[in-house]
């Protein structure tokens, strides 16, 4: 496989930039020959390769799925569907869910599931009750500075330091202690690092993390959600390093929060993938921090995707670099535009690749290629690339 990435190597000492005018959108205008998403892990689909934004978005966010409804989906033993778990986590409202609990749903689903379901999930379904009336406070206070002119928010708006601080850590350190699902009682401690993050008590947050997350031997998607507060907290404290560390440990194991941990590792170290990759240790970390470092620093990725190779010839990240680079090549190939000049030094733009170039009339073609799932067949990546 590796005679694949050293003729991409060959191929990329011919690259030549070709730029548009100024008032142009390459994605828009371009047409893929090489469909980028047959990528098999489609949590990497907003690091493809894309010129008019920061991270790609011409996908479907419905092929990401969401870690925590995964896990919520598990607790009720698969007794919903991913829709009726999403439904029932992030939509039916608290008092629905009271009314479960009083034995009188009105709510379509929750009538579904009977009365019943309450008292075999009552901890859950307690805990949700709880979170969804937190939620909408669930944001950090604004302070403003020097640099604030340019933005002024909303006075009214809710945050967490609407809440009566004492009121709410007492009810949750409770409710914490009387949990007894492990997985539920992390919840609980969640919420308490959150809390405090918001609240900007960015001790109490580090403090919570240690007193009510690590000592519950969970390292699954809870864990990461308060990791990520945790990291946030530590940021506030300028203790960078480990912020940033933390927040890689998120980017690593949290499928939806790639994006976000990517953009929270930046803010909190300005050389935050180099110092990543000293801290790397195993295989996966040390991959996954040349992948940052080739994401970052585009021009030459042959070099980051060698090291890669050499750590796991298989590796979906690996793969990800890959299409990004078939698709940088095809674009410097097959240029938009191009310039010529006549003999009076007038300037004309002419519109390149006009076969394969995407008009308004089959953009929406373009955007259907690019989501839709590639059929799996009896071939490799590296031989489709």
Not at 76 to 83: I, T
Not at 272 to 284: D, G, L, P, V, Y
Request: glycine letters at 4%; aromatic letters at 16%; a neutral charge.
């Amino acid at each position: 496989m590796k005679k694949y990435i050293l003729s991409l190597a060959v191929v990329s000492l011919f690259y030549t930039n070709s730029n548009a005018c100024a008032w142009s959108d390459p994605d828009y205008e371009y047409f893929n020959l090489f469909t980028q998403s047959i990528i098999k892990d489609k949590s990497y689909l907003p690091f493809l390769h894309t010129y008019s934004t920061r991270f790609f978005g011409d996908y479907n966010p419905s092929l990401i799925p969401d870690d925590n409804i995964e896990t919520w989906k598990k607790y009720f033993n698969n007794q919903l569907n991913y829709a009726e778990t999403q439904n029932l986590v992030y939509k039916v409202s608290m008092n629905d869910l009271n009314a479960l609990k009083n034995g009188t749903p009105t709510n379509p689903l929750l009538q579904k599931l009977g009365t019943g379901f309450y008292q075999k999930y009552k901890e859950g379904i307690d805990y949700l009750i709880e979170a969804k009336y937190l939620e909408p406070f669930m944001s950090i206070n604004y302070v403003e500075n020097e640099n604030s002119f340019y933005y002024n928010r909303d006075e009214n708006r809710k945050n967490a330091t609407s809440l009566d601080y004492n009121k709410t850590i007492a009810a949750l350190t409770s409710l914490y202690n009387a949990a007894r699902n492990p997985e539920i009682k992390q919840r609980y401690g969640y919420q308490l690092v959150r809390l405090n993050h918001y609240t900007r008590n960015y001790d109490s947050a580090l403090q919570a993390f240690k007193s009510y997350i690590e000592p519950i031997k969970l390292k699954g998607t809870v864990y990461y959600m308060a990791l990520d507060q945790l990291a946030g907290a530590q940021r506030g404290l300028e203790m960078n390093a480990d912020a940033n560390w933390n927040f890689f440990q998120v980017f690593m194991n949290r499928k939806d929060r790639k994006e976000s941990s990517f953009v929270s590792m930046k803010l909190s170290d300005t050389a935050s993938f180099s110092n990543i990759m000293k801290r790397a240790s195993t295989n996966e970390e040390k991959n996954m921090a040349y992948f940052l470092l080739g994401y970052e620093d585009f021009n030459n990725p042959i070099p980051i995707m060698d090291k890669m190779f050499d750590i796991n010839p298989d590796s979906e990240i690996l793969k990800v670099m890959a299409v990004r680079s078939i698709n940088e090549l095809e674009r410097s190939y097959l240029p938009i535009y191009y310039y010529t000049s006549d003999a009076f030094g007038r300037v004309s733009v002419y519109r390149g690749n006009t076969e394969n170039n995407a008009s308004k009339d089959t953009t929406s073609d373009k955007k259907t290629t690019e989501v839709k799932e590639v059929k799996e067949e009896k071939i490799s990546f590296w031989q489709k690339s």
